[in-house]
């Protein structure tokens, strides 16, 4: 999914409301100055949102932004003081709202810089009784085509080995995919647990097959 781009806040939009309102002075000044707060940690979050990969919170920071755009269409000068403090106290929770999420952005933010890719190197046997003539292998999620591991006219046969196959392990530990096309054009599909892969040296896993499932399987 792709991820958000929240817009920024006007912090001197809310002061031009505000030049006919009839409520006292301090109240005028006291909201002008809490919505510049306002508006000030939202464009403190959305610069933060917009230096991470992770799109888990465009939804709930695409709301709260909804409703802080709610403070620009109000009419000051048609309401008394009591009434403004209301709308003070609900500036004062968005704003506590905006610190929990620019805290847990910068959370965010150091996981994704602390994640480290890193190469794991796979040897693959063949223990099953099929002949493959098609073998990809992709990060889960990935999209797009995929490129037959084996080479045009190539076949990985019962007893022989693949070498040289290559996986990322990520911090997330993201499941890479195995898929064996087989001579008769049947797909087997396995998912690989990369996060469990040391990077030293080559991990050697086995294909083999299950009758009663009906599934090829790596030991």
Known sequence: MKKQLLPCLLVGLMSIILTACQPSDEKIA???EKYAQLAQIHNQVVEAHGKVADDSLDQELKALRDRAGEMESYNLAEMKDEEIDGIIG????MIAEYEEYLALLSDIKGEEEAAVVT??????TNRTEFSFSGITLYEKGESGAYENLLGEGQILTPGQALTGLVVRRDAESTPWVLVLMEESGREFELELPVGEYSENGV???ALSYDGE???VLIQ
Request: hydrophobic content about 45%; aromatic content about 0%.
């Open 119 to 124: 190469s794991v190197t796979l040897a693959l």
């Open 203 to 205: 991990v050697s896993l």
């Open 213 to 215: 499932l009906d599934k």
């Open 90 to 93: 609900t500036m004062d929770d």
């Open 30 to 32: 006291e909201a002008k």
